[in-house]
């Protein structure tokens, strides 16, 4: 299994412009130089067309070419991901279909990307919260707002009092036991900005929850401030304080440009999200997803609305940028801490958006097909 594991780690950095036989010694993250792609010429359908018939394809951006940040990799990754799959699968109870999905998930090697400079203890438990949230991604599909809530209640509880708060449900022994392995030694600060980001996700997703019950479609506005705390990656962020040992005040963290430069790396992975999922969801009927908001509410063809979201996605990347150039001083001590942690969204962006592709998650086994194409055909609908 370890050799399975290497080789395909080894794959995806071939993929990615490494070669595994060249990291660096196992105490340093392996950097990788991403080469910039050929451009590959496509035909973006009018808007005319998509209104005289359905498509049955779609183009997404290039946004892997748009963002220059380089990759580093974690090579502490591989033990970590085995052990964390045998955690996931012990106390998640996971059945053969989802364990299956869990395997063309590889969310070890989106942990490796974004946490590339974790030891490996905050490492292990970096991986374990990102198999944690896909799966309670996974599980609130199916739920209700009262199952949601029902769900929240109990992570809650258990993420404020861990020692005294008993509860026997797979999702209370899943979050005790990471949150147990944090706490020992997370900052205060970095602590309390997890559980805040964790209630605001389960808050965000009961809202989505009642829209699917409602048939509801949010309009754009609605939908991005509720979208920012469903896509779960403001408790990632709190990780990179942890991950990397950071004890950064509050009103640091507060600070006007800290918190766009967090919020534009948040629209980045979601938003890109949202294309690259759209496929997925449009085929089971979800309406959670900025494509079908602009189909709906804009009246753009599909092709128009993917354009707009990649757009978006673009002015992300550059929002992030320029927020970046503007962070003040707060003395070296912190100076350096707030680099570290920018640092660690830059990350996200990176390596969110390779491994969309990497995964199975989204594109099934052509996931290097679509990133050399871009091109995705639609699956027919549920019935």
């Known amino acids: 299994m370890a050799r399975r594991l290497k080789n395909r780690v080894s794959r995806l950095l071939h993929r990615l412009g490494a070669s595994a036989c060249t990291r660096p010694r196992v105490d340093e993250p392996v950097t990788v130089q991403v080469p910039e792609p ?48 045998a955690w996931l699968f012990e106390h998640g109870q996971l059945g053969e279909k989802r364990k299956n999905a869990f395997r063309g998930l590889k969310a070890g090697e989106l942990t490796s990307m974004c946490y590339p400079y974790a030891e490996f203890e905050q490492l292990r438990v970096c991986c374990d919260f990102m198999n944690y949230l896909f ?3 996974d599980l609130s599909d199916d739920m209700t707002h009262l199952g949601t809530r029902s769900v929240a209640d109990d992570v809650m509880n258990t993420l404020y009092c861990p020692n005294t708060y008993k509860s026997d449900t797979r999702v209370s022994t899943l979050t005790r036991d990471y949150w147990k392995r944090l706490i020992k030694d997370g900052s205060p600060g970095a602590q309390q900005r997890f559980m805040s980001t964790m209630d605001l996700f389960f808050q965000a997703i009961t809202i989505q929850a009642k829209d699917r019950r409602d048939g509801v479609v949010p309009d754009l506005d609605s939908y991005i401030a509720v979208r920012r705390d469903t896509s779960g990656c403001k408790p990632c962020w709190a990780l990179i304080e942890y991950a990397n040992g950071l004890d950064i005040p509050g009103e640091v963290m507060e600070h006007p440009v800290v918190e766009a430069l967090g919020e534009a790396a948040n629209d980045l992975v979601t938003w890109s999200n949202d294309i690259f999922s759209y496929n997925r969801e449009q085929a089971k009927g979800d309406t959670h997803n900025m494509i079908v908001i602009l189909m709906k509410h804009r009246g753009l063809g599909l092709q128009s609305s993917v354009d707009y979201v990649g757009d978006m ?3 992300s990347i550059d ?36 491994w969309s592709f990497d995964s199975e998650r989204y594109f099934g086994k052509l996931g290097s097909q679509v990133k050399a194409t871009r091109r995705v055909t639609l699956y027919p609908r549920a019935a």
């Open 38 to 85: 050929k451009p590959v010429p496509v035909s973006t359908p009018e808007v005319a067309d998509e209104t005289a018939r359905a498509p049955d394809t779609f183009i997404i951006p290039d946004l892997v070419s748009h963002c220059d940040f380089s990759i580093h990799c974690n090579p502490k990754v591989e033990t970590a991901v085995e052990e964390s799959k």
């Open 135 to 137: 799966h309670l991604d």
């Open 313 to 315: 996605c673009k002015s």
């Open 319 to 354: 929002r992030f940028i320029v927020e970046r150039g503007r962070l003040p001083s707060w003395g070296p001590e912190i100076d350096e801490q707030v680099k570290i942690y920018v640092d660690g969204l830059a990350d996200w962006i990176v390596g969110s958006l390779h």
